[in-house]
């Protein structure tokens, strides 16, 4: 029982090194700015990124999309803008916020082999909250690539919607490829999205946090409200 104790202890003990030592890693590789090599072309398009406050979302005119696949992302009628993002299946559905976060969904989607998703939401116009950046057309076309290379499909070129209710009526899930993990988080997605682009971000950041460290600040007005409209 007592050789139990201590290695029970001892576990714990590394654990908590563990965690400290991926803490220490996410905040230093936050700050560090990425450089990517200069794009000779005119950042006359503008594109974005949001958080809801666990997940970071990219954005950009739904206009830039090929027409196919705009097709099959079915988006409502007078979109201009469309919010893509990248995560566990599981835990996108179930943790649209902090406050709805539990242990058995972290546990899932950090340690666990799990299915993940796309998370598609449709605007009529901007928000004052998101993080804008300006691009080049070549920059766009990246970033554009790598959004719809993370869809799962078939060899006709079809992506997959789950049947699932999204957080509002303008919003809908997707198959996705790839495996969620410690290091591979919704908001690392993201942040490889920008480096695609050859946008300033952070190294590595599993926080949202650290991605938006690197971005314009958000002007939000005292009276502005969010709303998917």
Known sequence: MKSIFKALKKLLFLL???????????????????????????????VYVSSNGVHLDVIIP????????AKQLKLPRGTKFVAFGWGDKNFYIKTPQWKDLTVPNAFTALF????????VTAYKQTSPAWRKTKICPAQLNRLVAY?????????EGQIYRIDIKGYTINDSFFTARGSFSLFKTCNVWVNQALKTAAIETSIWSPFDFGVLHHLPEARLPATWEESGD
Do not use: N, W
Not at 62 to 68: G, Q, V
Not at 112 to 119: I, N, V
Not at 147 to 155: E, G, L, Q, V
């Open 16 to 46: 908590i090194v563990a965690i400290g030592l991926y803490m220490l890693a996410a905040l230093v590789l936050s700050l560090v700015k990425t450089r990517p090599r200069p794009i000779s072309c005119v950042k006359q398009l503008e």
């Open 62 to 69: 739904a206009e830039s999309l090929e027409r196919e696949f």
């Open 147 to 155: 959004i719809s290379k993370s869809f799962t499909k078939d060899y």
């Open 112 to 119: 666990l082999k799990s299915a993940t998703a796309m998370h």
